[in-house]
């Protein structure tokens, strides 16, 4: 069974108190979370060495979490990724939703679930994070229940079950934000020949010039998105690949291999890394059907705003997004994310993490 505390953490800029949960195993593993965003602040896992280190990015203050710069270990909805010029057409009728970064609309708008305060419930080794998103909340339709629980084990294994359902036919394709570094967070680029990545994933989406999927599912074979045998993240920046070029690194999703014998609730193996450096290794398993890869290629972060006095720069981490595919409801031949009245959305994602044998 695992420790909960939780912590007053800090005032957000209207007054309300928000609190941290750190959840800490039999290993002496950790995570933390926050009721703003429902938010991983950090995560301490064993190193080849036997030390902790916390993996992922993060602010020190709360005032940092609520911009809306990098989405630090936040949970995103109602709709993750970029929507076209922030509309779309469901049931015959066309809607607008807020282009919140020009020219599209992006991880729910303005006012998404990563920066709404939600209620938290404390279980045997987790937390449940629930809040109720209005209708026309965002442009966005019908009054939505939606929770995200949160189970770390002692198998440092940390779980996120999505959970939603809606009054009214909308789109519901959820994720997280988690940035990760296997040195640590402070653990500078990942871009070196230092960290691995594999991924379960024959082909990919193309974007344009705006961010948005062309249409196509294009395969791997051949490209510098190909990492269906273990190479260095940084082996995408090797090559001239104009989608590359496009973005500096990678911003795009992978199509998971599923394969026609599992069923939608099924857990797929989507994607492992690792570190020489630290030794810890990550597994990401998901019901879901793409995993969006990031290289962290915009993002910077001064000493005085990143936790421990860290500076962030210079592709510091990675994220593995596990979700639908973007901007779906503008794309026929991608899987539908629209979630129908009173049906339950239900998706599940295990990040698990461990120390790679020194001869694999």
Not at 237 to 266: T, W, Y
Not at 303 to 311: A, Q, S
Request: with cysteine.
């Amino acid at each position: 069974m695992s420790k909960i505390e939780i912590i007053d953490f800090e005032l957000t800029s209207d007054k309300k108190q928000t609190k941290l949960y750190k959840i800490t195993n039999k290993n002496g593993a950790s995570v933390t979370l926050c009721d703003y965003g429902a938010t991983v602040i950090s995560l301490m896992v064993p190193d080849k060495f036997g030390e902790l280190r916390d993996v992922v990015l993060g602010y020190a203050h709360i005032k940092d979490y609520e911009s809306r710069a990098t989405y630090f270990g936040a949970t995103i909805g109602r709709c993750c990724g970029r929507i076209a010029d922030g509309t779309f057409e469901m049931n015959h009728k066309k809607y607008q939703l807020p282009v919140n970064l020009k020219p599209n609309h992006l991880h729910g708008g303005y006012e998404g679930f990563s920066h709404k305060m939600w209620k938290a419930k404390t279980t045997q080794n987790g937390v449940v994070f629930s809040m109720k998103s209005q209708d026309g909340e965002e442009g966005y339709t019908g009054d939505m229940d939606v929770k995200v629980t949160y189970i770390f084990d002692d198998t440092n294994t940390l779980s996120i079950q999505y959970d939603a359902v809606s009054d009214k036919d909308t789109i519901c394709n959820m994720t997280n934000h988690c940035y990760f570094n296997l040195n640590g967070h402070d653990g500078g680029s990942v871009m070196g020949e230092n960290h691995l990545m594999w991924l379960n994933c024959d082909s990919y989406i193309p974007l344009n010039n705006q961010m948005i999927p062309t249409g196509e599912i294009r395969s791997v074979v051949g490209s510098s998105f190909d990492f269906t045998k273990k190479k260095a993240i940084s082996s995408a920046l090797s090559d001239k690949n104009p989608q590359v070029e496009l973005v500096h690194g990678i911003d795009h999703m992978f199509v998971i291999n599923r394969g026609d014998e599992m069923a939608d609730c099924d857990l797929a193996l989507a994607a492992q890394a690792e570190s020489k450096i630290s030794g810890i290794s990550l597994k990401c398993y998901t019901t879901q059907k793409g995993i969006h890869i990031y290289t962290a290629n915009y993002v910077y972060v001064s000493p005085e705003r990143g936790k421990d006095n860290c500076e962030y720069k210079n592709y510091p981490a990675f994220c593995m997004e596990t979700q639908g595919y973007p901007d779906a409801v503008n794309h026929k031949n991608f899987p539908s994310t629209i979630l129908r009245a009173s049906d339950r959305y239900h998706q599940e994602t295990k990040f698990v993490f461990g120390v790679q044998n020194e001869n694999e």
